[in-house]
């Protein structure tokens, strides 16, 4: 149980356009989502909270209106990276809290490699 | 200072080793604390998880938590070439709609 997959799994795209990543959680329904960006053998940079039915919450530094958050029901919560540039390409992992137990612990997808030409 | 420290290594140890990848953390209002193994490209997977003080085992790896001294370890025991990755820790203050807040992460090699 508890997987969450992410699609796609790698994009590579040209400057200027949008890139959609979607995170799922297969077999729970998660009412938060965590949007984590990961730069070569550095740790996780949380970006952003997803929640369910309302706005997303961004940490500092983050731009909302370059990466815009839709977390649209319990299981789906996408990231759209904006007018992308080369400063962009990342690894983007989300995780998913699980609305059925009450541990703190959260499922990682399997991240998407984003790169921008 | 950061919340949460975490010896980046690499670590190399040879086969059948027992390693001690460890954390400190200056948040005393952590409770819930957790170790995700990540292995080059992946997502990470979550490997064990601990609730306050004590330990925790699960086949090879027990896990450490010395609230009153704000460590945490996460011991391997006979390890194998496919335990190499990146070792996170992970801790949180209590249950909600909190992200965690993680270790930079230790690499470990086990060599054959």
């Known amino acids: 149980g508890a997987v969450v997959s992410q699609h796609p799994s790698r994009v590579i795209c040209k400057s200027g356009t949008s890139v959609k990543i979607e995170c799922r959680s297969l077999?729970?329904?998660?009412?938060?989502m965590f949007w984590y960006r990961q730069f070569p053998k550095q740790s996780l940079m949380l970006m952003a909270t997803s929640n369910e039915g309302s706005k997303a919450t961004y940490e500092q530094g983050v731009e909302k209106d370059k990466f815009l958050i839709n977390h649209a029901s319990l299981t789906l919560s996408t990231l759209t990276v904006t007018s992308a540039h080369p400063e962009d390409s990342s690894f983007y992992i989300c995780s998913a809290r699980d609305l059925g137990q009450t541990t703190d612990t959260q499922y990682f997808g399997p991240g998407t490699r984003l790169t921008v030409l | 200072q950061k919340e949460v420290e975490q010896d980046p290594g690499p670590l190399s140890v040879p086969e059948g080793a027992i390693v001690s990848l460890n954390c400190t953390y200056s948040n005393s209002a952590f409770q819930y604390f957790m170790w995700y193994r990540q292995y080059s490209r992946k997502g990470p997977e979550l490997l064990m998880y601990?609730?306050?003080?004590g330990n925790k085992e699960d086949g090879r790896f027990t896990a450490q938590v010395d609230k009153s001294s704000k460590y945490i370890s996460l011991f391997i025991r006979d390890s194998q070439p496919s335990d190499s990755a990146t070792y996170l820790c992970a801790m949180s203050a209590g249950t909600g709609r909190r992200a965690l807040t993680f270790g930079s992460g230790t690499r470990l090699q086990v060599q054959p």
């Open positions: 601990t609730y306050s003080s």
């Open positions: 077999d729970f329904q998660a009412t938060t």
